[in-house]
């Protein structure tokens, strides 16, 4: 009952593939980052509430990213230098869960999966509007599980690409519910758009008005941006709760 704001990663194809995922091998030692290229990211969800985002996401938490977990093409396995799609994934670790989707554990650590890498050809893809995260950077992420794409035996999503089959996407991997909105930086206690060094050029976004009156969170001190947010998920759970009443 919730609308969904799955982001594909940027023109990923994913496909439903019996396979069995595969344990990424270990790849060359990357170069240092000799070249960028920007590529055309994200661009839907200009229309996007506070209350639609939370609605969208499977979980919603304050943490620090900690580490790279991997970077790699799209599929994992791919070779082909046409195949310029690069993913990066962080270990996030949580500070405060404000929504989690159920499970009865929530973990210490989450790991969050974005679009953009470097390979080892030195070459760092940038996909705009899409910002990656900063290790030792603190952030309110707004996150979903991507269950509809994980289609794959084993909860992966798969993706394919100039003949190479393989993961996109690990069932422990969590994307941002809007590559623009869900990630937000928050630096000396304010609310910031995030920090990445290879979009310095980045714009303050505003949510669409549903009658709310929020129309960003950027730029708050954090305790106020929090209690936006968890005014949202208590408006939410309300509709849902209203929802299954009348279906009653």
Not at 57 to 66: E, K, Y
Not at 103 to 115: D, F, G, H, M, R
Not at 127 to 149: M, Q, S
Not at 163 to 189: C, F, K, N, R, T
């Amino acid at each position: 009952m919730r609308p969904v704001v799955i982001p594909m990663l940027a023109t990923a194809v994913v496909v439903l593939a019996m396979v069995t995922p595969q344990a990424p091998q270990r790849r060359p030692a990357r170069k240092p980052v000799t070249r960028v290229v920007h590529i055309a990211g994200y661009r839907s969800g200009e229309s996007l509430s506070l209350g639609g985002l939370v609605a969208g996401s499977d979980v919603i938490l304050i943490g620090t990213a900690v580490a790279v977990v991997r970077e790699d093409p799209v599929p994992v396995n791919a070779t082909d230098p046409d195949c310029n799609l690069y993913v990066t994934c962080y270990l996030v670790e949580v500070e405060r869960y404000l929504e989690w989707e159920g499970a009865p554990n929530q973990p210490p650590t989450i790991k969050v999966l974005v679009s953009g890498g470097a390979g080892s050809d030195g070459v760092m893809r940038v996909f705009e509007r899409e910002p990656r995260l900063a290790v030792g950077g603190r952030y309110l992420l707004f996150l979903t599980d991507a269950r509809p794409i994980k289609l794959g035996p084993n909860g992966e999503a798969i993706a394919f690409c100039c003949g190479a089959e393989g993961v996109e996407v690990y069932p422990d991997e969590y994307l941002p519910a809007s590559p623009l909105h869900g990630i937000i930086q928050i630096q000396d206690g304010v609310t910031t758009l995030p920090q990445d060094p290879y979009q310095p050029d980045l714009q303050p976004w505003e949510f669409a008005d549903d009658g709310t009156g929020v129309r960003t969170l950027l730029g708050l001190p954090e305790n106020e941006a929090i209690q936006l947010v968890e005014q949202a998920i208590a408006e939410w759970a309300a509709h849902l709760r209203e929802v299954e009443e009348s279906m009653n």
